[in-house]
């Protein structure tokens, strides 16, 4: 079933470079995404802004899942983002705290998890930063370990147990990327 929804996942953004399907905000996105995918997953609940309590998790580093799919046998979430107003290094550790957060949906018992982001701004994969939180998005550096955030003056860091590439993919005007986080 995860193969499915990844294999989804990119058709739905094929659709998107199509423009058959158009998303202007992370709102519209959720949606068009979710109501896509309850065409597909006919045999699955598709719901969105699910609280982890509803699965019985209270232990996470974040509380509201994207989207979740899911039936009385198997469970599956999907964490979106859309960034419009720039603020890239706080965007990419936001990008990093979701896979940490995803992570932790994994360890407790969801079947698979997929973090889903899709930009217009080129400054999120391609810039003369390559250092530090830019190093995942706009090179080949694992995402793994300990990443501290680079921004603010509290310390705050993210342990990331898996490793996990970024491949940024063309979608028209856009690119995304899918991580499933394991």
């Not at 519209?28 to 802004?49: A, D």
């Not at 989207?67 to 990093?96: D, H, R, T």
Request: net charge negative.
């Amino acid at each position: 079933m995860k193969n499915k929804i990844q294999a989804e996942l990119k058709h739905f953004f094929s659709l998107l470079s199509q423009n058959q399907i158009e998303v202007y905000n992370e709102f519209s996105l959720q949606h068009e995404l979710g109501i896509y995918l309850r065409s597909v997953f006919t045999q699955h609940k598709i719901q969105f802004e699910r609280n982890t309590k509803f699965f019985g998790i209270s232990n996470c580093i974040k509380h509201e899942i994207d989207i979740v799919i899911y039936n009385e046998i198997e469970k599956y979430a999907i964490e979106l983002k859309y960034p419009l107003n720039g603020q890239y290094p706080e965007q990419m550790y936001s990008f990093v705290k979701d896979i940490k957060f995803y992570e932790e949906l994994k360890e407790n018992g969801f079947d698979a998890t997929f973090c889903v982001t899709l930009v217009q701004d080129k400054n999120f994969y391609e810039g003369k930063r390559i250092d530090g939180i830019y190093s995942y998005f706009r090179s080949d550096n694992a995402i793994n370990g300990i990443i501290t955030k680079p921004t603010g003056t509290k310390k705050d860091e993210i342990e990331i147990h898996n490793t996990y590439y970024i491949h940024w993919e063309n979608c028209n005007y856009e690119r995304f990327y899918i991580v499933e986080c394991t």
